[in-house]
């Protein structure tokens, strides 16, 4: 590996983007995989797990690897794309080592495991060499001290802890999208995700359960207490939260619609009233909507909502009070493009496109994807017979109910490329 690094740190690698002869990225490093034996000898990289397309974690041989500087990895290019599984004498560095309790012989410190550095011998192999060991936070510290000393003088790193923290990997969780996070926690070992998810707070796990498989999203939320397990649902969006119910037990759903916020609940209830796979049933009930004496400023404000989809903030929708779904009549919408050439002083209703076609809630999923396609949208306001706006159809929700069932945990259906290579 020509001018690789003396040391790397594992937790820098996550996310830096994997690349080939070519200078084609083909994935993002996504965590370590070693062979710990004993506590003395340092244990031997045996690859990457990289993410490729469509989300699917695959196994690079780190002789595969041709270099890693900075804010990169180059591979060979020869690949296999079989999806990647954990053997039982392997271990994940970022998964299963960040946060393992630990103590430093030479000092007698104890702490838990803050990183871990590897390194290349001359025989070409990858070892782990040092470990970043963090100290218990001390009186008005946020944060203890940390050590970096040589692995051979750490004891406990291949002692499994029945109650093992999480802390460093939320860490890294947290700097990760949303879908990046989903698809690490899913193939966390059982009693590491059972950390994370209780680690979590509440809105960040409702953005991951958001881009979970169905099967992994009622599995964590049926390991939840009822009580947390709602105010995670109250997280959630109304359309993700209401499909999410609909999979659960019938006493179990209606358990935690109890203990939600009656507002929210009222929400996903109205959500589950339409048929499956309609406008009503896929449709956003919190798009931005506005009075008629709303200003182009005030809508500009609200559409700067960093919570917004790029899709839900393409459009604001104008409406007679009340301004909570079901809403008084839609007078229009109007489009972010077209407000940001208007003066912000000005009345958003002077630049309300009120030509465009609604959809009903009983419309069907190709009606819808016919709709969108007709007119160029993005999204689209959902009416009933009298007019009033019930909520907006997004071209991601589309998507969402157009893919194929539990499209999230599919692999990619395509011949190994490279039949010959396989895990060394």
Known sequence: MST????????????????????????????????????VSQPRVLGIVAEVFGRRRIFVPMTRVTNIDSGHVYSTGLINMR????????????????DRGVRIRSTGVAGTVFDVGMEQLRNRDWVLSRVAVQEPAKGFRRRGQTHVVEWDDVEGLTRREE????????????????????SMIHDLPPERRTAV??????????????ELPEEDQVEILEHLDSERAADVLEE????????????????????????????????????????????????????????????????????????????????VYVCRQPLEPPTGKLLGVAHIQRLLREPPSSLVAGALDDSMASLRPEATIDQVAAHLATYNLVAAPVVDENGHLLGAVTVDDLLDHMLPENWRDQAIRSTDPHPGVRRG
């Open 236 to 315: 959630m969006s109304a359309d993700d939260a209401a499909d999410l119910i609909a999979d659960l037990p019938p006493e179990t759903a209606a358990r935690l619609l109890e203990l939600m916020q009656p507002e929210e609940a009222e929400d996903v209830r109205r959500l589950m009233s339409y048929v499956e796979n309609t406008a009503g049933a896929m449709m956003t009930p919190e798009p931005v909507i506005l009075g008629p004496d709303a200003t182009v400023a005030d809508a500009l404000a609200q559409v700067r909502n960093p919570d917004l989809t790029p899709s839900l903030a393409a459009l």
């Open 163 to 182: 109650s093992q923290p999480a802390t460093q990997l939320i860490h890294a969780l947290n700097e990760m999208r949303p879908a990046d996070a989903a």
């Open 4 to 39: 690789a690094p003396s040391r790397v740190f594992a937790a820098r690698l996550v996310g830096l983007p994997i690349f080939d002869p070519q200078g084609d990225q083909v994935g993002k490093v996504r965590d370590l995989v070693v062979a710990l034996r004993t506590e």
């Open 83 to 98: 999806r990647f599984q954990q053997r039982s004498t392997e271990t994940l560095v970022i998964g299963q080592l960040l």
């Open 197 to 210: 998810i209780a680690a979590l707070d509440d809105e960040r796990l409702a953005d991951v359960l958001e």
